[in-house]
């Protein structure tokens, strides 16, 4: 059923009116230096074995094993593309949304993702915030004391009752929902689909939804001041399930969670859809490497941290930033239930991700780890870029008044109304400082890149050599470029799980099951997900990984060629890479 037929719904406390989009509820519709003395390690104005912020001074010289132990209590216990005039991604157009896409098979979601229509969509004001007495703390949640949780879940209950009318904003399906259409091609903009995965719109996009939906929450049970829980798997501590979402019975549990992983059971932050046989502490360790090398060494500038430019116009998915890759992607895989569901459902799959409570704890933390990479310090900011600010996204508030939102009013989550409670971040006392080897890999004995590129699988460990565009860099030289390991025209089938690693001056015999080594560099993961109408859903994307610190830490910066190692470890066989070059890039 069109929109234009589409019954109108009464509102509870305003005299606003929606309109559904259906009402079938059966509808399947839902130059190097001549000088090389002169190089030098890049100007930092921050030190990671001296930790940024208040709450972090109590790590400093910690061991790194009594961090992992005492800390942990639980062992024992994308590049920018290049940018172009173009215009800001502009709100959905409600009216026009239609399926929503699970696979490459066919399967469309059996239920409608679209929001109810406000009558007057074409007249939907900007948000302002409301008057603010008090800042919302969200916590750690597996500190969250039995009061707090109590609060959580009466909250969660009463939004769940709110699904008797389907077609309350404010109901629990409805809120998920909005993830399930932003994310599985129900919205098209300008002809093709909106998607606010793999580009700059990530971060932006789930601040304001889980601000939204916090208010909503804090409302429900009549406290302003009610905060989201945010998982703390960045820390040994929250590297669990926290608690309240393993009572089952509880609002807060939903049994599609693979049941392998509850019981207090330690994350992989680099989950590719299978378990290893790998100690807790070995986990944990690794763990703490890939924090660091996301939100450190693989971040230094804004378009590594955000992801790729995604303007009006150009196509979506561009490419992500480092920690929607890692460990954003791999929290969603290891959570959902992929041993019993077909689609990983429901954190395994977009369109099903907001039906799990703790999808919302889990992006909580992504969200910290926003203000956390600004607090590191060097260039690390927000992008500047007005197709970035002034884009723009649709939501209803807790009076279920429908509201248009722009990416640069939620870049201080204190001018929004919220913060989070401080924990320690031992992760930037990780730097890996273990090396797989001495001295420097024989790079005449590796093919070159030009003859493994172009690569039709990485079905296997494969090793080559690069030529650098420039060695013995200065230092002033780092602070202006930075060195980007470039993937060009990377493909792979964007419904199958993807996982593999890279290393820098090793060979493919490494142990890629200990990520704490010098030469790690980073990985690429992806969840399955659909999108279009067509039936090729293969995936073509630029990969980058910054190494101009990882060159300095393995001792390589005077070197003009390095060997590359790459690691399959899931989805390899369907990977394929045109080229592979070490560009110099604006910071």
């Not at 073509?540 to 830490?553: G, K, N, P, S, W």
């Amino acid at each position: 059923m069109s929109s234009s037929t589409a019954n109108t719904l009464p509102l509870l406390s305003t005299n606003k009116s929606l309109s559904s989009p259906f009402t079938n509820n059966n509808s399947t519709f839902l130059a190097k230096p001549s000088q090389p003395f002169l190089h030098g390690k890049r100007c930092q104005s921050f030190k990671v074995s001296c930790n940024v912020g208040e709450h972090d001074k109590n790590l400093d010289a910690v061991d790194r094993r009594n961090v992992l132990l005492g800390l942990g209590g639980l062992y024992g216990a994308a590049n920018l593309a290049p940018l172009a005039s173009a215009a800001p991604i502009p709100p959905p157009d409600l009216k026009s949304c239609g399926v929503a896409h699970i696979d490459d098979k066919g399967t469309n979601v059996s239920y409608s993702c679209c929001p109810p229509v406000p009558d007057d969509i074409d007249s939907v004001p900007y948000y302002k915030f409301p008057p603010m007495t008090k800042l919302r703390i969200r916590p750690p949640a597996h500190a969250a004391d039995e009061e707090y949780v109590a609060k959580y879940q009466l909250a969660t209950s009463r939004m769940r009752e709110l699904d008797k009318d389907p077609f309350d904003p404010l109901g629990f399906k409805q809120q998920a929902n909005i993830h399930c259409a932003y994310c599985n091609g129900a919205y098209k903009i300008g002809g093709k689909e909106l998607q606010v995965h793999f580009s700059w719109l990530f971060f932006p996009f789930h601040r304001w939804y889980l601000y939204f939906y916090e208010r909503i929450l804090g409302s429900l049970i009549n406290d302003p001041t009610f905060a989201l829980p945010y998982w703390n798997w960045d820390h040994p501590k929250g590297m669990r399930i926290p608690p309240m979402f393993d009572r089952e019975g509880s609002s807060l549990y939903d049994e599609k969670r693979n049941q392998n992983h509850r019981n207090g059971t330690i994350i992989d932050l680099g989950h590719f859809g299978k378990d290893v046989e790998t100690p807790q502490l070995q986990i944990m360790t690794n763990n703490l490497t890939l924090m660091y090398r996301q939100m450190v060494t693989n971040a230094p500038c804004p378009s590594q941290f955000f992801g790729a430019a995604y303007p009006l116009g150009s196509d979506p998915e561009p490419g992500m930033g480092t920690i929607e890759n890692i460990p954003h992607t791999p929290v969603h895989i290891w959570t959902g239930d992929s041993p019993r569901q077909e689609h990983g459902e429901d954190m395994g799959n977009f369109y099903s991700a907001g039906l799990d409570p703790l999808f919302y704890c889990h992006h909580a933390n992504v969200d910290r780890m926003w203000n956390e990479w600004k607090l590191i310090g060097g260039k690390r900011r927000d992008l500047s870029n007005k197709d970035w600010l002034n884009s723009e996204f649709f939501f209803y508030d807790e009076n279920r008044n429908p509201y248009r939102v722009k990416v640069r009013d939620c870049l201080d989550s204190k001018k929004m109304g919220f913060d989070y409670a401080p924990m320690p971040t031992p992760w930037r006392n990780f730097k890996p400082i273990r090396r797989s080897s001495s001295g420097k890999v024989n790079t005449a004995s590796i093919a070159s890149v030009t003859k493994v590129f172009p690569l039709a699988k990485l079905d296997r460990a494969i090793s080559f050599s690069i030529t650098r565009p420039a060695s013995s860099r200065t230092t002033q030289e780092k602070n202006e470029q930075e060195e980007i390991l470039t993937f060009n025209k990377m493909a792979y089938d964007d419904t199958k799980y993807v996982r593999f690693d890279v290393f820098l001056n090793v060979d493919k015999t490494v142990n890629a099951d200990e990520l704490d080594k010098a030469e790690f560099a980073g990985s690429y993961t992806s969840l399955p997900h659909v999108h279009g109408n067509n039936d090729n859903h293969v995936k073509d994307v630029t990969f980058t990984l910054a190494i101009t610190e990882l060159l300095e830490d393995i001792g390589l910066e005077d070197e003009d060629t390095i060997a590359v190692t790459l690691v399959p470890k899931v989805g390899g066989e369907g990977v394929s890479i045109e080229s592979v070059e070490i560009k110099l890039e604006d910071c």
